[in-house]
């Protein structure tokens, strides 16, 4: 059983950054896509970044270029460092793994994703 455990979140003002760890275990590394979502009050969870066992790395485009999606050596734990950081990134931020080494087209689609952290609060200030 995969396990999927989120830390790093917190609150920040426009501008500043912040790194999310998602630590996975019960899984062998780099088989697995590996993505970040997010959810904001009233808002669609929708997806922030996705890394596939290959490296392959996919974004949304609202972050792209503000924010990396990253593993460990390992394999064991997926980072999202983001920098840059706006109001509107403000949100609970969740760790998913899809049982697949290669991320569906779309890699966005929630649905894939097996198995799912339990968030990460990320607060952005004006």
């Known amino acids: 059983q995969v396990q999927l455990a989120e830390s790093g979140g917190g609150s920040v003002q426009s501008g500043g950054s912040l790194r999310l760890s998602c630590a996975a275990s019960?899984?062998?590394?780099?088989?697995?896509?590996l993505a970040w979502f997010r959810q904001a009050p009233g808002k669609e969870r929708e997806g922030v970044a996705a890394?596939?066992?290959?490296?392959?790395?996919s974004y949304t485009d609202s972050v792209k270029g503000r924010f990396t999606i990253s593993l460990d050596n390992d394999g064991n734990a997926v980072y999202l460092q983001m920098n840059s950081l706006k109001p509107e990134d403000t949100a609970m931020y969740y760790c998913?793994?899809?049982?697949?080494?290669?991320?569906?087209?779309?890699?966005?689609?929630?649905?894939?994703?097996?198995?799912w952290g339990q968030g990460t609060q990320v607060t952005v200030s004006s």
């Open positions: 019960g899984y062998t590394p780099r088989t697995h896509c």
């Open positions: 998913a793994a899809r049982s697949n080494s290669y991320c569906q087209i779309p890699w966005g689609l929630s649905a894939q994703y097996n198995y």
């Open positions: 890394i596939d066992g290959h490296g392959k790395t």
